[in-house]
């Protein structure tokens, strides 16, 4: 599964980051495997997705949400 299925108000534990050259971006904003997550808000029309990470809230696009593997 990955993020961008998950609903709104679900907590995940982030899996695997997929390869991609936004790799190094992902780990840089603290989104590592074995962190725990929570939707917190989904924008309309393929719009991005509010994620919470650890006490930060971090808005992430549709496509970058899709290189992000978790676990429920």
């Known amino acids: 599964?990955?993020?961008?299925?998950?609903k709104i108000g679900q907590f995940a534990e982030?899996?695997?980051?997929?390869?991609s050259p936004?790799?190094?971006?992902?780990l840089e904003i603290g989104l590592s495997p074995g962190k725990k997550i929570q939707i917190?808000?989904?924008?309309?029309?393929k719009g991005p997705v509010a994620v919470l990470l650890e006490n930060q809230?971090?808005?992430i696009r549709l496509?970058?949400?899709?290189l992000l593997k978790v676990k429920i």
């Open 40 to 45: 917190i808000q989904k924008a309309p029309f």
């Open 57 to 59: 809230t971090i808005a």
């Open 14 to 19: 982030l899996d695997k980051i997929l390869d």
């Open 22 to 26: 936004l790799t190094l971006n992902f």
């Open 63 to 66: 496509q970058e949400a899709k």
């Open 1 to 6: 599964m990955t993020l961008d299925q998950l």
